[in-house]
Structures are given as C-alpha cells and as structure tokens.
C-alpha cells in the first residue's frame, strides 16, 4: 500500500486577469480518500485541481500536504501522479515503457523497473498487451496505461482530470469499477474531476461542488443528494421537486414538517403517486402529462393546479393499470423526505 498523503487548502483563490477563476476555496482533502471535485464547465474545479498538482499558482491562499507549506513548491517535487483528460501517452513507446519512464527517471534499477511494470500491467488488466504501443490500444486500454504509469512510482496523491470523458458509457462503467478497485488496492489519496453526477456518486468519499469558483458543499456521496446545502446543489445533482411553502401550506393543502416558508424539495423517487386522495400523509394534486417508459422504471411528468411541474420516478411494474396523460392523480411524500431550502 502507498504512503497516502493529505492535502490543506485554506482561503484558495485564483485570478485571470479580471476574471475570478476561484474565491476563498477551503477544504482538507483526508489521508487515503476518494475526493470528486464536481461542477459545471467554468465552476473552477479544474483549475483548483491545477493548484492542488503546481501548475497553476494560487493568487491567494495556502496549500500544505501532511501540515507543511506546499504553496510555493514546484509541480515536479511534490510528487503527484497525474492523469490527464487526453491520457497524454508517448506514442513511441510501448504500454510497458511508457509505464516504465517515470521509474528511470527516478533512477530506479533496471530490475526494480521490470518487477513494477509487472506488477502495474497485471494490476490495470492488461496482461499480453504491454509491447502494443497506444496506437494498438483501445481507448479504454490507453486509459489503463495512463492510471498505471501514474501509480507506477507509488505517488501519495492522484490527481485525475475528467479520465474517462472520452470514453462510452459501458467503457466508462466499466473505469468506474476500475477506479474503485485501484483506490482501494492502493491507498493513495485519489482527487477525481468530474462534470458527471452520476460518477461523482458513485466514485466518492466525498464530493466537494463548485460552482463560479467557490465551493458551495463537501460531504458524502449520500449527504450531498438527500440533504443538499443550497438550491444549486439541489438542483444541479439530478432531478428535484421544489414546491412552493407558504405558512405551512403547499398549494392549498397543510403539509406536516414543511415549515413557514421557502421551497420544498422532494427527490422524484422518493415521491409516490395515488389515483384518489389520501387520508393522511403529505400529498398534492396534480395532473399526469407524460409517461416515460424505461423499462423497470417508468418516469412521470406531472403538473399541479398551480403550475408546478413535478417528476417521479416509480416502478413499472407498480403503476396501476390504464394510466394516461391527462389523468388525476395525488403526488405524495413521507414527512422524512422533504426539506426546506
């Protein structure tokens, strides 16, 4: 297992020109985690990811890893593994000597470099591929190279941008599982940059979300979709019901724990759909519009008498029979799924 390392950002900011890339960024990154930054394009999580690794200078701020002052510190002696969006590979070499280059260049001896790229090429799953150089590889096989020459040397931190971007989406399930395996077989502190939310998700120990260059939460996977801290959390991870509170009452009908005012946020799959009015519990009316089959699941657009568009998303096999756009229905919820933003 690698030495992990943990990673200090205090009051981190950014500037290009008159443009403000990143503002008062401040995060501990722990020893051996799996930390996914995740925003939209421009939210600054790529260029804070260029500040953790030394390629860009921070234009505020500190940066410590394992409590000393890293902020000054050149890229190529902090020691980071590095893979790129592009893979960044020599096409002149092999799989086996691009995995190879970061060990010479360490001056390691040549058995040791041997004995490693062994172990590397086996643990990345590309056994009888390491003499193809990158132009026999496929992409998902090139993405492989990348993570082993990166690991190769035993790096405390990886540091990985948008990796699998590249990729389709089975290729991409398929370096997820990848990613996961080598985190834990490992141990280094991996620092992961994705636009995705569905990889962040499922990648994490946490997520840390950017958005205009500020960090707007950090928490576990779990924490940041079932209780996010603002709207724009809520609304950029996934789909999201925001029902309109005033003293207590969500379009006509009292509501149990949704408080004075603000909106109301239900995940769609935590919503349930009743053709006749319950007798207790949270619920609103609202008319189906639209059906979407996904085969086990099945999404449902509504709209309620005000306006309010909802989605849910239920069981196939669950939905009465007949259903169609244009029927009346009840959207209900348990008190334990809602919350106020």
Known sequence: ???????????????????????????????????????????????F??????????????????GRDMTDMPAETRGFGMVFQGYALFPHMTAEENIAFPLKVQGRTGAEVRRRVAEMVEMVGLGGHGHKRPSGLSGGQQQRV???RALAYGPPVLLLDEP???????????????????????????????????????????????????????????EVYERPANRFVAEFLGD?????????????????GAGAG????????????SLAEPATGNAVPATLSDLT????????????????ALVLHQPTAGLPEGL???????????????FLL
């Open 146 to 148: 990348a993570l082993a």
């Open 164 to 222: 699998f971007s590249a990729l389709d989406k089975n290729l991409r399930g398929q370096m997820q599982d990848e990613m996961r395996r080598l985190h834990r077989e490992t141990g280094t502190t991996f620092v992961f940059v994705t636009h995705d939310q569905e990889e962040a998700l499922a990648l994490s120990s946490r997520v840390a979300i950017f958005e205009k260059g500020r960090l707007q939460q950090i928490a576990a996977p779990r």
């Open 1 to 47: 297992m690698t030495q992990a390392a943990e990673i200090g950002a205090s009051g981190i900011g950014k500037e290009f020109g008159q443009f403000t890339a990143l503002a008062d960024v401040t995060l501990t990154v722990a020893r051996g985690e799996f930390l996914t930054l995740l925003g939209p394009s421009g939210s600054g999580k790529t260029t």
């Open 262 to 273: 603000g909106d109301l946020a239900i995940r769609p799959e935590y919503m349930g759909l």
């Open 293 to 308: 089959y996904l085969g086990a699941g099945t999404r449902l657009t509504l709209v309620t008498p005000a306006g309010t």
């Open 240 to 256: 999201i019901n925001l029902l309109p509170v005033r003293e207590g009452r969500v379009e006509g009908r009292a509501v149990e």
């Open 324 to 338: 169609s756009p244009g029927a009346a229905v009840w959207a209900t919820w348990t008190p334990d799924r809602g």
């Open 49 to 66: 990811l260029m500040v953790l690794s030394g390629f860009e200078a921070p234009t505020s701020g500190r940066l410590s890893l394992d």
